[in-house]
């Protein structure tokens, strides 16, 4: 091979090794990640985007609960919903009365007075039947509830404890029973305006609610 030709093959090589050069140069400019982006724009963009934080999440199920609240309310009626509440907190009651009974070995008396619209809670503190005014356990006060001041628009509508308005529970057993100290022979049934019932079972006294 002549001088002159080697010359020509190193130059169409370098020739062809620039253009290569430059064209993988050219590609690289142009992918996302090489392309200069404004700093406004690097601040703008999040560090994680593909999830949501702990804040977003919590705030979400805030939200969602408040509009269920809502709902309930619009739907349901702000009475209804504190019928609700209140019909809880008597079978709640129910329940704490019926073991400081048990617990106190003295019988416990609950008295609704449906025109009232409330219920008091008396214990019998000789054992003799000599009822006083039981302690609310909170406050230490009387135990009376009103319910339309407690639950604005809860109010009693009829109480059936065997066709009285008076529930005893019996300091062996916690067994409930009537105004003439009978045994309950049929759920005593509490009845709120809005249709809801707090039922306590003969025998065992279990209170419970009904829609």
Known sequence: MSKKHRIQNEETFQRHEFHAMKKHSASRLLHPACIRQPPEAIADRPAFSSAFSLIELIAVIAIVGVLM???IIKFGGADS???RIAANEIRSHLAYIRNMAMNHERATRVVFNVAANNYTVWIDTTGT????AAREPVTRQDWIVDLGKRFSGAALDTVDINGGDTLYFSETNGMPFDSG???LTADGVITLHSGLMVTVAPVTGYADVIE
């Open 81 to 83: 919903w504190n019928d």
């Open 129 to 132: 039947g000599s009822f006083a």
């Open 181 to 183: 100290l009978a045994p």
């Open 69 to 71: 609240m809502a709902a």
